[in-house]
């Protein structure tokens, strides 16, 4: 016969429960209503009580007795079975009774042993066997066995209670270490302002290694404002998904929804959909602005909901990349203020002359076009532009009257234009960001061989930004027209650098230089001249 059984799960120590049954007792666990919860691991005792309809019948009974006047007296159940309640709580509600069950000899004597054995099909001869093994007590030792499991009860609740204490405390612990960790590397990575991309990849990866989670990303919304990464998606992990496919749906939810607020996965809804189990996503936001949006996406393992744990690390994730980003967007505004402050004081000098307009823009880019030949990083690249930019600032220092002259000059006049890489290098020299091109602007007219100023540094002495630049600077002055002669075409140009590669120039580098691709320098060298023309002609008329 099939009987009702509840889904409430009652937490015994297997101790505790072996202790009750070598006292040659068994336990029930039934809720307010007497609804008996089904055992994982039975005792035999056990399935042979539950089998049997007057058992449940008094235990429905009596619970609406314990429910109404909180008596927990032992109780004779049916002749020679004794039930001893203890109340089952969850949390801070009782949640149903578990019941020790006293057997005293008073059962074999009874029709209702073989009542038992009937409704669980048992053979009475082997179960009254076994029962005697127990062996059953008298009923003079009720009350005592009663009093005696209800105090370990109580004692075991306790154990439990501080168990479940301890393990709270623990887990909490391993959750605040686990955000600790997290953040202490994120912080420690935080001046890398220059490079966000690299820094959000941290986050990203430091995360996934924490969370359980099959990937997390991130997508940008900062465009133009920081064009490194700019509005990419950054991802760690494997996702179902493509990268095109990722930042549509990021589109697509943050516009139905507040582009601000979090969403997180619970069930089978739109952000599901998009990123997978329990999929996370936390806005970026700084000063009340979205920088782009955090994303945990397809979690894994049997716990299929976002937990608290979950979104703590990732909003503790996302506020460190707020900060971040606010740095390296403010890093990004004033670095672009200091070039342009460059640019424009770079063009001033190069303005006072009409024969070089754009001379050091022109060095600029093919200083870059040599250091990417050579095999430089993107970052080292942008340091020889700007080296290659500033390489003659130090002509600011010396007289118009010499650097317009036409013909050919003097000695001291000669004397003090070789000044100019000194000049240069001190107005520099206080400046942090232009500590690494120093050397370029020092020494790009030093010569392989040891016969440049201003020291007469040989070889690989001559710092490579240096060397770089000297190669792209006698180009564009050997094809621009000086006051004292006509520009040169670019073969005669290259056949006569050709010839001292290896004396004033580094060789290996001189031939990298000759195999570049000159027509981005043509462009802007036309572009220069057009327009240098056009305001000179100005002034004349003027």
Not at 128 to 154: G, H, I, N, T, Y
Request: glycine share 6%.
């Amino acid at each position: 016969m099939m009987y009702r059984v509840s889904k409430q799960k009652h937490v015994v120590s297997p101790t505790f429960k072996a202790l009750v049954e070598d006292a040659g007792m068994v336990m029930l666990h039934c809720d307010a209503h007497g609804m008996l919860s089904k055992e994982e691991h039975s005792h035999w005792l056990t399935d042979l009580l539950t089998s049997s309809p007057m058992v449940r019948a008094s235990l429905r009974t009596h619970c609406m007795t314990w429910n109404s006047t909180q008596d927990f007296s032992p109780v004779e159940a049916v002749a020679g079975i004794w039930f001893v309640p203890v109340q089952s709580t969850s949390g801070a509600r009782h949640d149903g009774y578990t019941i020790g069950v006293i057997l005293t000899d008073e059962l074999f004597a009874s029709e209702y042993l073989y009542a038992l054995c009937q409704a669980s099909d048992a053979d009475r001869t082997i179960v009254s066997q076994m029962m005697r093994d127990l062996p059953p007590a008298s009923r003079q030792d009720v009350k005592k066995l009663s009093s005696l499991f209800q105090f370990a009860w109580e004692a075991h609740a306790s154990e439990l209670k501080s168990q479940q204490t301890v393990d709270s405390v623990g887990q909490e612990l391993a959750d605040s270490y686990e955000e600790i960790s997290l953040l202490y590397t994120m912080t420690n990575s935080m001046n890398s302002v220059n490079h966000p991309e690299r820094f959000i990849e941290l986050a990203c990866g430091e995360l996934l290694e924490t969370l359980p989670y099959a990937w997390i990303g991130v997508q940008l919304n900062v465009g133009h404002r920081l064009p490194k990464p700019g509005n990419k998606f950054i991802i760690a992990g494997d996702a179902n998904y493509t990268i095109l496919q990722l930042s549509e749906s990021v589109k697509t939810l943050t516009s139905a929804f507040s582009r601000n607020a979090l969403l997180v996965s619970k069930g089978k809804d739109a952000v599901s959909d998009a990123f997978g189990s329990a999929a996370i996503i936390e806005p970026i936001v700084s000063d009340g602005d979205v920088l782009g949006v955090l994303i945990a996406g397809e979690k894994q393992g049997e716990d299929c909901a976002a937990s608290s744990v979950d979104i703590k690390l990732l909003s503790a994730t996302a506020a460190q990349l707020s900060i971040f980003l606010a740095n390296a967007l403010l890093y990004e505004d004033l670095n672009a203020t200091f070039l342009g402050t460059l640019e424009a004081l770079t063009t001033s000098i190069d303005a006072k002359d009409k024969y070089t307009c754009g001379h050091s823009h022109r060095v600029a880019l093919l200083t870059a076009q040599l250091a990417k030949s050579a095999g430089f990083n993107d970052e080292q690249i942008e340091r020889c532009r700007i080296a290659g930019l500033v390489h003659d600032i130090g002509k600011i220092g010396v007289s118009e009257d010499v650097l317009l002259k036409n013909g050919q000059l003097s000695d001291d006049e000669y004397e003090a234009i070789q000044k100019h890489p000194e000049i240069g290098a001190r107005i520099l020299k206080d400046i942090p960001q232009m500590e690494d091109v120093l050397g370029g602007v020092l020494h790009h007219h030093e010569k392989f061989d040891g016969s440049g100023y201003p020291h007469g540094l040989q070889g690989e002495a001559i710092p490579v930004i240096a060397r770089m630049i000297a190669i792209a600077d006698t180009f564009d002055a050997m094809s621009s027209s000086r006051t004292y002669r006509k520009a040169m075409t670019r073969d005669s140009v290259l056949k006569e650098m050709k010839e001292v590669a290896g004396s004033q120039f580094d060789p290996q580098l001189a031939s990298l230089f000759f195999s570049l691709d000159f027509s981005e320098w043509e462009r802007i060298m036309i572009e220069h001249q057009t327009s240098n023309n056009s305001n000179y002609s100005k002034r004349e008329a003027a």
